[in-house]
């Protein structure tokens, strides 16, 4: 059967994150993507989960407390500060990341991931990404100012030179009210 979005995106990241990596939450959110992370890095691994809503930080370390995870650093901060919070040792990679851009469910959908810092964000980690790495980036853009970010970030990657990197995009065309997609970059 073909992978429903979520699980294909869990799928990339499962088949290409090795245990004891550094991986990258973009949007943690209430943490079920930081959660999943915490579980294929293993305990000699760490994931660096970020957002900018307390909301979903205070979710997300609920979420950790209660499973008992202790490899994670949660970062209440945009993503588009990454670099801040990266070893300064260059040869420092990181094995993976997601992105779920859009709002936090059942919250403000005026908070909302945006085109210039997401961009910063994607840049920043591919930079660092490990040879055969994957950056997965789960796109839904249904929401007011979701198109002009899905635009903003084809029109980014699309660019992206082929010899250095594989970019895929993954996504169902016959579901109705703009159904979430997928963009996944690898690096050769
Ligand atoms: C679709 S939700 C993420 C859902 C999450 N993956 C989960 O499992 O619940 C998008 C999140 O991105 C956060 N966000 C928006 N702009 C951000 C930024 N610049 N840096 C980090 N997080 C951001 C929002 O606060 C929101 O919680």
Do not use: W
């Not at 650093?73 to 094995?95: F, M, P, R, V, W």
């Amino acid at each position: 059967m073909l992978k429903g979005i979520l699980q294909f995106s869990h799928h990339l990241l499962e088949e290409s994150v090795n245990v004891g990596e550094l991986v990258i939450d973009a949007t943690c959110g209430n943490g079920n993507d930081t959660i999943f992370l915490s579980e294929i890095v293993g305990k000699n691994g760490h994931v660096l989960a970020f957002d900018i809503q307390e909301k979903a930080i205070v979710s997300t370390r609920e979420t950790l407390i209660n499973n008992g995870i202790s490899n994670v650093s949660l970062i209440h901060d945009s993503h588009a500060n990454l670099e801040d919070y990266l070893s300064k040792e260059e040869n420092q990679t990181i094995g993976g990341a997601i992105f779920n851009l859009g709002y936090l469910p059942r919250s403000d959908k005026k908070i909302i991931t945006r085109p210039e810092s997401t961009i910063t964000a994607i840049d920043t980690i591919l930079n660092r990404l490990k040879q055969s790495g994957l950056m997965v980036l789960v796109v839904y853009h249904g929401h007011d100012g979701g198109k002009e970010e899905k635009e903003a970030i084809l029109k980014h990657v699309i660019r992206l030179d082929q010899k250095e990197y594989n970019v895929l995009q993954y996504g169902f065309i016959n579901q109705k009210n703009l159904p979430p997609f997928i963009i996944a970059i690898q690096k050769k």
